[in-house]
């Protein structure tokens, strides 16, 4: 089995490279090639993977190319975990919008349009590229936003599914909560990526018994702790939100206190400085602890769980994925992509069914799908009306002033990488 990673320079590979090593029964890896432009950055981080391959005995063969042409002739499946303008145009997405008074945030909100404007097009040209060279390979995107660059994929046609690692960290969280195995936690997640809730957390399967009752009545403040949501604001929702919805549910408190600190950019930034650094050491075999900060937690494992499912027999039947909705939500069209419970398996992913959804997520999924539909046609055609629209619809701006300032904001910060500016 081939894989490729395009985007494998990235200081995160590591956590991947670990997740790879350790699972290589479920996901037998004979060679993994790192894809990225950037030389410099993927002789150090090929160098510590071949080496954590080493200590884990792992028997597979890495290599690395800046050609992704090359790269990903022959691969079985293709990840996806590319940042287009670097960590440098993610502080940008973070900082601009404050001046409007709205969330800085690399995946919501403007900023979040402005990484999608940057990232469709690249990721279409890095599919094609699949297509032309492999057509029968799988495509796993981790690029953010995943809900709208999968849909870009799906679109176009190709083999894609989206992995997002918000649910495989609740399904982590809630098994150390309840003292069992995280392979007996399943989640009733529903939502879109970035926007979803936990409405049920079930033991030994998903028709197994909802313990979400139990779990906010004994762990209630440390849940709502980790999502930085007041505790009589989660018992009276019933259900977990992803940490995400606190940008809708607190957005002015959010945006005062991205105002009063360095970017979450800047802070990642330096923490890359150091990793890089880490790295270069021969004598370091194992991924280290500054890593987890680094965020993305247990992606390694539910990229592992993915891939292994659309390749063969080896992964969990039912995994949390992003997919094309058809008719799982009745008020979204088919094609909208949604994150839900799915089986996967060769053919892909189909999505569980979900019940009747409270308009309180049902209403706020309708208009951010809304939203992600222009912010793709943006993406894909250009233009400051489409991008102006697509900001105007969002539920975080909705206010022509607003809409109208951050525009301009978006475009001059992001010129170079829009072919139409």
Not at 285 to 306: I, N
């Amino acid at each position: 089995m081939k894989l490729a990673v395009v985007g494998g320079g990235s200081t995160y590979t590591p956590e991947l490279i670990d997740g790879f090593a350790r699972l290589r029964d479920t996901l037998p890896i004979e060679e993994l090639v790192l894809v990225d432009p950037a030389a410099d950055r993927l002789e150090l981080v090929s160098g510590l993977a071949r080496r954590i391959f080493a200590k884990q005995d792992h028997a597979g063969r890495i290599t690395t190319t800046t050609d992704v042409d090359a790269g990903v002739a022959d691969a079985d499946a293709v990840l996806l975990q590319l940042r287009v303008g670097g960590q440098a145009a993610r502080n940008q997405d973070e900082t601009w919008p404050l001046e409007c008074g709205c969330v800085g945030q690399e995946t919501t909100g403007a900023g979040g349009l402005a990484k999608a404007l940057r990232t469709v097009p690249v990721v279409l040209d890095i599919a094609e590229r699949v297509r032309r060279t492999n057509p029968d390979a799988w495509i796993i995107d981790f690029t953010n936003p995943v809900g709208i660059v999968t849909r870009a994929l799906l679109q176009a046609g190709h083999k894609a599914v989206g992995l997002c690692n918000v649910a495989i960290g609740f399904q982590r969280k809630f098994a150390r909560l309840l003292e069992v195995e995280p392979g007996q936690v399943h989640l009733d997640h529903v939502g879109l990526n970035h926007l979803s809730w936990e409405l049920g957390v079930r033991l030994g399967g998903p028709d197994g018994e909802n313990v979400l009752p139990k779990l906010l009545a004994e762990h209630g403040d440390a849940i709502a702790d980790d999502l930085r949501m007041p505790r009589k604001l989660v018992d009276r929702l019933g259900v977990v939100p992803s940490y995400y919805l606190r940008y809708f549910y607190a957005h002015d408190e959010v945006v005062r206190e991205l105002g009063t600190k360095p970017s979450r950019a800047a802070e990642v930034a330096a923490m890359e400085k150091e990793l890089l650094e880490m790295y270069g050491d021969p004598a370091l075999d194992e991924k280290p602890e500054l890593l987890a900060k680094r965020g993305g937690a247990f992606y390694s494992e539910a990229a592992v769980d993915l891939a292994a499912s659309l390749l063969g027999d080896g992964g969990s039947p039912v995994q949390v994925v992003n997919t094309c909705n058809n008719g799982t939500l009745p008020f979204l069209a088919d094609d909208a992509v949604i994150e839900v419970q799915a089986r996967v398996g060769r053919d892909g992913a189909t999505p569980l069914a979900v019940p009747a959804l409270d308009p309180l997520y049902a209403g706020l999924i309708a208009n951010v799908t809304a939203y992600e539909d222009l912010a793709l046609e943006a993406a894909l055609r250009g233009g400051r009306d489409r991008v102006f629209k697509a900001l105007l619809a969002h539920p975080l701006i909705g206010q022509y002033d607003y809409a109208e300032g951050l525009t301009d904001r978006l475009i001059a910060h992001n010129r170079e990488h829009l072919a139409w500016a």
